[in-house]
């Protein structure tokens, strides 16, 4: 009987650590920031479309991620779809940006970049609606570094 209790406790462990390597796999292979259990690209998945925004887990999450999570947001928002549908496109990366809040202060000078003309016209409004949920340090710095034309 405690031969038996000592092994169910190995493979229990045994187990944890497989999940705990796969884990780690799956974050050296993504260069994905991680909270829990899941990646940041999985997080971002956790989107409520009735609502149009992340659930509250996701929120929390990337919350906690802070500032890590801001290169991948950005190459996510760079590359990005226009919403259409049932596809919420960039707007799911805005949603990030506004769990961040002022969290995302570094990100400014990239979103600043993101609203040039030559951007398409969804990224141009996602990187704004970005900078507008970071807050007070992304207008003061916007103000300082509007794009031409405007």
């Given at each position: 009987?405690?031969?038996?209790?000592?092994?169910?406790?190995?493979?229990?462990?045994?187990?944890?650590?497989?999940?705990d390597v796969a884990l780690l796999r799956r974050q050296l292979n993504s260069h994905d920031s991680i909270?829990?259990?899941?990646?940041?690209?999985?997080?971002l998945q956790d989107f409520d479309k009735k609502r149009m925004d992340l659930s509250p887990q996701a929120q929390n999450a990337i919350r906690q991620m802070g500032a890590s999570a801001i290169p991948?947001?950005?190459?996510l928002l760079r590359s990005s779809s226009k919403a259409s549908g049932d596809n919420p496109g960039a707007w799911v990366i805005t949603c990030a940006f506004r769990a961040l809040g002022a969290k995302a202060k570094l990100?400014?000078?990239?979103?600043?970049?993101?609203?040039?003309?030559?951007?398409?016209?969804?990224?141009?409004?996602q990187a704004a609606a970005s900078l507008g949920f970071i807050g007070p340090d992304a207008s003061s710095h916007s103000r300082a570094h509007r794009c031409p034309g405007r």
């Open positions: 009987m405690h031969a038996s209790r000592r092994l169910n406790r190995s493979t229990s462990e045994l187990l944890k650590l497989r999940g909270r829990g259990d899941k990646t940041l690209s999985e997080w991948e947001l950005l190459s990100a400014v000078p990239d979103l600043i970049e993101l609203r040039q003309p030559s951007e398409p016209e969804w990224i141009r409004t």
